[in-house]
């Protein structure tokens, strides 16, 4: 291995070593702790610390850093001080995530580290969203991302690495290629030769580089960095290292052949550094040995503490309070003049003056630039507000939705139109899991909303018509609103806008140019999770959202002769179960009503909370209204029938008649 000193002086290099060995031997007493049983798992980076390592010490203290599960270093390098490490790994209260996640599965703005979730592609897209916000501010910063080699198999490294391309973004994409995706060898991972010649495609630059050489990996990524300050474009760099220990400690290696331990046991990092630094006159034999008992002292004693630490004491209260990040909704400035307008109007409306108020909120989604989106919601939004906040995107949901994260995690606030709700599925994971658990994990909020034009009535067919807000709402750390008026639609966008939490906006298509309504002129916010009644009644009541509020209210007109309440929950996570229960004991009868699929629609949970929360109210069996459980079809006929619609008469005539 041959090292390059360049500039850096005997110093330095004694720095940088020290910097090297001190995961190391954390690292050896986390082995020495898991055969004790006090540690239940870790991920070994052991033989590839000059990767994390080097390339941190190469990137601004301010810049971000998005490592995986072998990346010691990098928390390390950071200065992290070891025991809050360790008191992360042990789940105690005093680590970064109060025990609800484990490893490396934490961020933390102090130290400008965004760490990785299981799912280990979509912290790519976080990374994208970090540097277009640098971009925006004009910050000058780089942000280095990491991945293995058998993470970019997955659709996210490919939408990432598109995005950046695309739009420019200061991103090292860096790709740790130590082999092996577990016990599955790189032939069997990929077919190229080269991962960095993936780069070609994208059009960027790519490097290949010897990921044990410290020197190497520091001098790259400081070169690389430096560049795209200045000139903002990705690059790709593919690091080359093997991994000494398994997946984890308890898979083994088994299915590596003992020649290639051999061949790789002779590059490791650190030996070959020490030897490279006794030639050059910059360590001492007799200095290792002292370095590595003083960083043994350190690491036992914090070791030590936390163990002694006490163990987290359940509190569901404290649990389910830090879910959300608090808001309080801001008061509108509802002046005494209103305009009658479309529901879709009242969309816009709510979004130039979100746009106008907050400065740092940017706007994404396929062809919501010059052309306005597919419903013409942000038509003329380029003029006034520019490129930069009303951005067109690649046709790539996950990638778009980390995109926003990442731009939440940096000072912004997003927004992301799906052009259809049917099409978030390709960015499921992204939602679920990155957007709903973060806030949390480890208390970052997630200022993100994502709008979705849901729903049938357009003959649209099985892929543009679906309702699928169940899939969010048993998702703890969504909010999930549906407005059924157009003021409904201003004010609980207003403050989805404004709540710095994840909020999913279900936006009814047929509504679009089908109702309107009289909405507040100027800022006007509803809050989210509170229902309204939409007519009163004290024979039954219809709990419904959506354009459910509008069947039930069609079905109120033609039989004046009932006395039918009617509640619109407008916001599905939180819902109003106040009002809910309040209705149901005023009535003793009630009608679930929902467009969605009947199996597994929202309007279980109401029923059941009903059944459990006011049965002795109750003077009939709490039913349920919901569309046919199977795909949505197209035909309008097919479509009338499979609709909830279709037997709210029926469902009726049995409620009261019971």
């Not at 209210?553 to 819902?575: F, M, V």
């Amino acid at each position: 291995m041959i090292f390059d000193r360049k500039k850096l002086d005997n110093n330095s290099l004694l720095n940088i070593y020290k910097r090297l060995l001190f995961p190391r031997v954390v690292e050896e007493k986390m082995l020495i702790l898991l055969r004790q049983g006090t540690v239940g798992k870790w991920f070994s980076g052991i033989g590839q610390e000059a990767i994390a390592v080097g390339s941190a010490m190469a990137m601004m203290p301010d810049e971000y850093i998005l490592p995986m599960h072998r990346n010691l270093g990098v928390f390390t390098t950071r200065d992290i001080p070891f025991a809050r490490l360790m008191a992360q790994w042990q789940g105690k209260a005093s680590g970064f995530t109060k025990g609800r996640d484990r490893s490396f599965h934490f961020g933390t703005q102090d130290y400008k580290i965004i760490g990785m979730i299981s799912h280990l592609g979509p912290q790519m897209g976080l990374a994208t969203g970090i540097a277009l916000a640098d971009v925006l501010s004009n910050r000058k910063k780089a942000t280095l991302v990491f991945t293995g080699e058998g993470a970019t198999s997955e659709g996210d490294f490919h939408e990432a690495l598109n995005i950046a391309s695309v739009w420019n973004l200061p991103v090292i994409f860096l790709i740790e290629n130590n082999g092996y995706g577990l016990s599955t060898p790189t032939n069997e991972q990929y077919h190229c030769k080269r991962l960095v010649d993936r780069a070609v495609g994208y059009g960027i630059e790519g490097r290949r580089i010897d990921g044990n050489n410290v020197l190497e990996v520091f001098d790259t990524i400081n070169t690389v960095a430096r560049e795209i300050r200045q000139n903002p474009r990705p690059v790709l760099v593919e690091c080359m290292t093997f991994r000494m220990r398994g997946h984890e400690e308890a898979s083994g290696t088994k299915y590596v052949p003992k020649e290639l331990f051999s061949e790789w046991q002779d590059k490791d990092p650190i030996l070959t550094f020490e030897k490279f630094l006794k030639a050059e006159g910059a360590l001492r034999p007799e200095w290792i040995p002292f370095l590595r008992n003083e960083f043994i002292n350190q690491i036992d004693a914090d070791v030590a503490r936390v163990l002694s630490e006490r163990e987290i004491s359940p509190d569901p209260k404290q649990e389910l309070e830090d879910v959300y990040k608090p808001h309080v909704v801001p008061s509108s400035s509802i002046g005494s003049t209103s305009t009658v307008i479309r529901y879709l109007d009242a969309i816009t409306d709510a979004l130039k003056l979100c746009m106008r108020k907050h400065e740092n909120l940017v706007l994404m989604g396929q062809d919501i630039a010059e052309y306005g989106g597919v419903f013409k919601i942000t038509e003329g939004f380029v003029k006034e507000f520019g490129k930069e906040r009303v951005r067109n995107t690649p046709i790539c949901e996950s990638g778009i939705v980390g995109t926003a994260m990442g731009l939440a995690l940096n000072g912004y606030k997003a927004m992301v139109e799906m052009q259809f709700a049917d099409f978030v599925s390709s960015g499921f994971n992204q939602v679920v899991n990155n957007l709903a658990k973060t806030y949390y994990r480890w208390g970052q909020s997630v200022d993100v909303v994502i709008r979705m034009p849901t729903g049938a009535g357009t003959g649209a067919g099985p892929f543009h018509s679906q309702s699928n807000e169940a899939w969010f709402t048993k998702t703890p750390g969504l909010k999930v609103v549906y407005p059924a008026f157009p003021s409904d639609a201003k004010g609980l966008l207003m403050a989805a806008i404004d709540d710095p939490n994840p909020v999913l906006y279900f936006e009814h298509k047929f509504l679009y140019r089908n109702l309107t309504g009289e909405v507040p002129d100027g800022e006007a916010y509803i809050e989210i999770g509170k229902a309204r009644v939409v007519k009163e009644g004290t024979w039954a009541s219809i709990i419904t959202y959506g354009l459910g509020v509008h069947w039930a209210l069609e079905y109120a007109t033609n039989h004046p002769e009932y006395a039918i309440e009617i509640i619109d929950l407008r916001s599905l996570q939180p819902w109003d179960k106040e009002a809910v229960e309040k209705s149901v004991k005023k009535t003793g009868r009630v009608l679930v009503l929902h467009e969605d699929t009947l199996t597994g629609g929202f309007g279980a949970e109401i029923a059941a909370h009903i059944a459990e929360h006011c049965f002795t109210s109750l003077e009939a069996p709490v039913m349920r209204c919901g569309s046919l459980d199977t795909p949505i079809p197209m035909n309008k006929g097919l479509e009338d029938q499979f609709l909830a619609k279709s037997r709210l008469d029926e469902m009726m005539e049995k409620l009261l008649g019971f």
